[in-house]
């Protein structure tokens, strides 16, 4: 059985006269009868009660009416879905985010602007470390993550990772600190202080980025303490324990105790990165890989 039976079947039950369904369907009325005479052998059920003047559903025909509605109704839906899954307007993108990520107003614009052009999409947010995120992406477990450019760790066989901004770093400190009289800092100026960071197993980008730009301007830095997140990290340089150094979208965190001062270095930057699969072929994905990749091009 085929759905044009059902609806060939349909079409003579409604008009009752295979003249005028024959017509209706556009098709002739041999072809259209032996298609239903087809039906009625496979199914093993006489469908209409036919004489030379009048054509009428049996007992069987009625019953069978009904479920034939809902079965090409069901196919029409599942066609339906099949084009919006194609284009992309429905579907569920899982994406990943640092919490410095989640900071940047940038970030949370996109979820919010995504979210608001395209309801029938189901956006899974998932806070999670940048190699974490890479490793997700990798096992399928993750579609998209926003994270930071890792200098210890090469991208997955398959995972693309592209710059779609950049962040100043700048430095966080006690406000009643000497540094925070400054309108800006040097990063020589910090080569003595004691540093409150995030250990090595967490949000390595920046700190590598961090460490790295530190190295370059000649010292190490001393780490004291170290905190999980970007809040904690704050907070602790609230409580005077040491400065540290932060991209500057950490400037949202409003925090009594806590000053934040752009640093005088040309390459004193931290890269936000969009990585995902090469070969993803799911168009809700994609469409949301286009819809970052132009928020990123207007804010540039």
């Given at each position: 059985m085929e759905l044009r039976h059902l609806k060939y079947f349909v079409v003579v039950a409604e008009e009752l006269s295979f003249t005028k369904?024959?017509?209706?369907?556009?098709?002739?009325?041999?072809?259209?009868?032996?298609?239903?005479h087809t039906l009625e052998e496979e199914l093993e059920l006489q469908l209409f009660n036919r004489t030379k003047h009048k054509v009428e559903l049996t007992r069987a025909g009625e019953v069978f009416l009904a479920e034939a509605r809902l079965t090409l109704s069901q196919a029409q839906r599942t066609r339906k879905l099949?084009?919006?899954?194609?284009?992309?307007?429905?579907?569920?993108?899982?994406?990943g985010f640092t919490v410095s990520a989640?900071?940047?107003?940038?970030i949370p614009r996109i979820f919010y602007n995504f979210r608001t052009e395209n309801p029938a999409i189901n956006l899974v947010l998932q806070e999670m470390l940048s190699a974490h995120q890479l490793e997700c992406l990798s096992s399928n477990q993750l579609d998209v993550g926003f994270c930071r450019e890792l200098i210890s760790m090469a991208p997955p066989p398959g995972v693309k990772i592209e710059r779609?901004?950049?962040?100043?770093?700048?430095?966080?400190?006690?406000s009643q600190h000497r540094l925070a009289k400054h309108g800006a800092i040097s990063l020589k100026a910090?080569?003595?202080?004691?540093?409150?960071?995030?250990?090595?197993?967490?949000?390595?980008?920046v700190w590598e980025k961090a460490m790295?730009?530190?190295?370059?301007?000649?010292f190490?830095?001393?780490?004291?303490?170290?905190a999980n997140g970007v809040i904690g990290i704050v907070g602790l340089v609230a409580s005077g324990i040491g400065i540290s150094i932060?991209?500057?979208?950490?400037?949202?965190?409003?925090?009594?105790?806590?000053?934040?001062r752009p640093l005088r270095h040309p390459d004193a930057v931290v890269p936000l990165m969009l990585a995902f699969r090469q070969s993803e072929n799911a168009a809700a994905v994609s469409r949301f890989v286009a819809h970052v990749r132009k928020a990123v091009v207007s804010q540039a």
């Open positions: 369904a024959a017509a209706r369907l556009r098709i002739s009325q041999p072809p259209l009868t032996a298609q239903i099949a084009s919006q899954l194609a284009s992309g307007s429905i579907g569920e993108v899982r994406v989640a900071l940047n107003p940038v779609i901004m950049q962040e100043r770093f700048i430095a966080v400190v006690n910090c080569a003595d202080e004691p540093f409150v960071s995030f250990p090595r197993t967490r949000d390595a980008g790295a730009l530190c190295e370059k301007t000649g190490k830095p001393r780490v004291v303490q170290e932060l991209p500057e979208s950490v400037k949202s965190v409003a925090l009594e105790g806590v000053v934040y």
